[in-house]
């Protein structure tokens, strides 16, 4: 079984400020982490993703994520926080064995921008 | 343009009614999930499918009905055994490759019981 942790419900920065949005997993097998973001009454745009390799995943709007085997997290890092910025933020989990490509979310983080 | 379309993207539906969502892709992927989203519980998966008449249920199936006649679509029935529809429904696709992995999604459908 698979899951995936996201201890805050919200996350309250102030432009321009560093931005950190945590993220905790629990998998059998080996994990393929991502994050996603989510604006109001639309769909999950893909931000990063970690397969393999570096522990640092640099993704899309100057995202990024640190992969952290031994804590199980993956928490995802913008150094300058935007007011555009605030939306839902999912982690996601896939056990690398699993050939169905299934995903298991966290509950979400609501990011909020402030200027 | 590739991608996921989902339509309707509101939806209204009468006590006892069946209603069906769409969703079509043309990323030639062979996965294609449902997947329900309520306020606070982030996205929890319905049915998918890897291949053409194969699917398989999620967490979440009893109420919902799907089928994968052709590649590119992937139909989603709520029926009227879902006693709490209200939600937002997401579908995605994936290669499901070692290196391609990411899913991609459709815009969503905005389910009401009225």
């Known amino acids: 079984a698979q899951s995936v942790a996201q201890p805050e419900d919200q996350v309250n920065v102030a432009e321009g400020n560093p931005l950190t949005v945590k993220c905790t997993y629990s998998?059998?097998?080996?994990?393929?982490l991502f994050w996603y973001v989510q604006y109001p009454n639309r769909g999950l745009q893909f931000l990063l993703k970690?397969?393999?390799?570096?522990?640092l995943v640099k993704g899309s709007y100057g995202f990024e994520a640190e992969f952290n085997k031994s804590q199980t997290s993956f928490h995802l890092k913008k150094p300058s926080a935007l007011v555009s910025d605030s939306a839902l933020y999912f982690c996601?989990?896939?056990?690398?064995?699993?050939?169905?490509?299934?995903?298991?979310f966290g509950a979400g983080t609501q990011v909020v921008v402030t200027p | 343009d590739g991608g996921i379309t989902q339509s309707p993207k509101y939806l209204f539906r009468k006590e006892g009614q069946n209603v069906t969502l769409s969703c079509e892709q043309n990323?030639?992927?062979?996965?294609m999930y449902w997947y329900r989203q309520d306020p606070g519980q982030g996205l929890r998966l319905i049915y998918y499918?890897?291949?053409?008449?194969?699917?398989q249920k999620g967490d979440i199936a009893e109420g919902y009905s799907v089928s994968r006649e052709k590649k590119e679509s992937f139909p989603l029935t709520v029926t009227s055994a879902q006693k709490n529809p209200t939600a937002f429904y997401l579908c995605?696709?994936?290669?499901?490759?070692?290196?391609?992995?990411?899913?991609?999604f459709g815009q969503g459908t905005r389910l009401t019981v009225v």
């Open positions: 996601a989990v896939r056990d690398m064995r699993d050939s169905w490509g299934k995903l298991q």
């Open positions: 998998v059998s097998g080996n994990p393929y």
């Open positions: 970690y397969i393999t390799g570096d522990n």
């Open positions: 990323l030639n992927h062979d996965a």
């Open positions: 499918s890897q291949i053409v008449n194969d699917f």
């Open positions: 995605a696709s994936n290669l499901v490759t070692a290196e391609n992995t990411e899913a991609f």
